[in-house]
């Protein structure tokens, strides 16, 4: 595998099912990204971890929860979502240097398609 | 509040033809502004990126424009293929620890 993989790429789950989205990047980087991704609006962005260690999170609301257990893998957690939770998301990883995630080259993976039912 | 706004939505060009994208950002801070390009079902590749030191960056036949008096810049596909049909997103952050903002996506399709 290279790159930024995610998995499943689909998913369609009830509102009150609990179910995880899953992240693993093989470029060797320290920071890794959640985006939520809706036909026609700009990416938005969710929660963002530098070295294992969440830095940003997005007033995301609670029935997303975001899990790094190492700077190679980032899980998103959900559970009771909404149909306006319907998106893509998309993971995404760079070098972070001093600490500090580096935006600027982020390198995405292809998304995982979830729909709210 | 959208901090970098994108136009047009959607474009139809014919093959051979030059693809032209704009963006408008309010925020003089912002100083890294990248283009990404996103095929269906892929994620966003970043595509060209440039500094406000410069005012144009080509990179074979991808170039971007930059005005910074105007507070905009803009995607330039030459030559256009079918092969460039795709959702093209551009961005502007600040510095290198800066958030992407990201503009809401242009489009393109290029007819044979």
């Known amino acids: 595998e290279t790159g930024v993989t995610q998995t499943p790429r689909h998913l369609v789950m009830g509102m009150t099912n609990k179910k995880s989205l899953k992240c693993e990047q093989h470029l060797g980087h320290n920071a890794m990204y959640w985006y939520k991704q809706s036909a026609k609006k700009p990416l938005e962005l969710m929660f963002v971890?530098?070295?294992?260690?969440?830095?940003e999170n997005n007033s995301v609301p609670s029935r997303f929860s975001p899990e790094c257990p190492n700077s190679s893998h980032l899980f998103l957690h959900l559970h009771t979502l909404q149909p306006e939770d319907s998106a893509l998301y998309l993971c995404?990883?760079?070098?972070?240097?001093?600490?500090?995630?580096?935006?600027?080259?982020?390198?995405f993976g292809p998304g995982t398609r979830l729909t709210v039912l | 509040q959208q901090q970098v706004k994108q136009s047009p939505q959607s474009l139809i060009v014919q093959k051979g033809g030059i693809s032209i994208i704009n963006c408008a950002y309010e925020n003089t801070a912002f100083d890294y502004f990248p283009w990404y390009q996103q095929f269906p079902g892929k994620g966003p590749a970043l595509l060209i990126a440039i500094r406000p030191d410069v005012s144009e960056k080509k990179e074979g036949r991808f170039t971007i424009s930059f005005n910074k008096s105007a507070k905009q810049f803009s995607l330039h596909i030459m030559d256009s293929q079918p092969g460039d049909s795709a959702t093209y997103f551009c961005a502007a952050s600040k510095g290198s620890w800066g958030k992407l903002q990201f503009g809401a996506g242009t489009q393109v399709v290029v007819t044979p």
């Open positions: 995404a990883s760079s070098q972070a240097a001093s600490g500090r995630a580096s935006y600027n080259e982020q390198f």
């Open positions: 971890y530098n070295f294992k260690e969440q830095t």
